[in-house]
């Protein structure tokens, strides 16, 4: 069965601390795994990683895929109060389904 | 910008009743997906539709139908509604290709009394 595990839960950190969120996959004919970001409203779309090894990149947050140990981590940097929100960690499979994890809730304090 | 329309932010429905959820998208996205959103349970895929008049069920299928009778409109159908059904529903759209991000809308939070 295809499944997604995001880990921590939740976290709670203080502005300009580093957070690191972790993701591991077991898709069926895994294609991509994707990062989204959700408030109270809509996730919208951070990153889409394909290839091992390659870091995506933009602003003060980045993800990296491993293929071969079948995970990837999503790092934000000089955390804001605007990160505060649940990251969301899904994989693409070749039956074009998007299998979710639950979420990273992160809070990040003033 | 892709925009993805859901035609409800919230409703309250009765059980029993029969409740449309709506969603529109404009960039001629051909597959279009219908998840719930419940508290530890993450997003979990009710149905996808690959293109027009087709669709396949996904992981809970059960008390939902789907009609997608033209692209950029995804319907989900609960026949009678139950409090079981109580969730947020979000609608996705994407392009037919491999290795593309899906774009969501803004979610309907249904609340059955």
């Known amino acids: 069965e295809d499944k997604v595990v995001q880990s921590p839960l939740s976290l709670v950190v203080h502005e300009g601390d580093t957070v690191t969120l972790n993701c591991s996959y077991e898709v069926t004919n895994f294609r991509s795994l994707l990062w989204y970001k959700q408030e109270k409203k809509a996730p919208t779309f951070l990153f889409m990683l394909t290839s091992s090894g390659i870091e995506k990149k933009s602003g003060r947050l980045s993800s990296i895929l491993d293929k071969k140990e079948l995970f990837s981590i999503l790092n934000i940097t000089a955390t804001q109060t605007g990160d505060s929100a649940v990251y969301l960690c899904a994989g693409f499979s070749g039956t074009y389904k998007y299998i979710f994890g639950t979420g990273t809730r992160l809070k990040v304090l003033a | 910008d892709v925009k993805v329309t859901q035609s409800s932010r919230y409703l309250v429905k009765r059980t029993g009743e029969k409740v449309f959820l709506e969603c529109v998208q404009d960039?001629?996205?051909?597959?279009m997906f219908w998840y719930r959103q419940d508290p530890g349970l993450g997003l979990r895929l009710i149905y996808f539709?690959?293109?027009?008049?087709?669709?396949e069920k996904g992981d809970i299928p059960e008390g939902y139908s789907v009609s997608r009778e033209k692209k950029e409109r995804f319907s989900l159908i609960l026949e009678s509604a139950s409090t079981n059904q109580t969730s947020m529903y979000l609608c996705?759209?994407?392009?037919?290709?491999?290795?593309?991000?899906?774009?969501f809308g803004q979610g309907t939070r249904l609340t059955v009394v």
């Open positions: 996705a759209s994407r392009m037919g290709q491999l290795n593309t991000e899906a774009f």
């Open positions: 960039m001629d996205h051909e597959n």
């Open positions: 539709s690959y293109d027009v008049k087709m669709k």
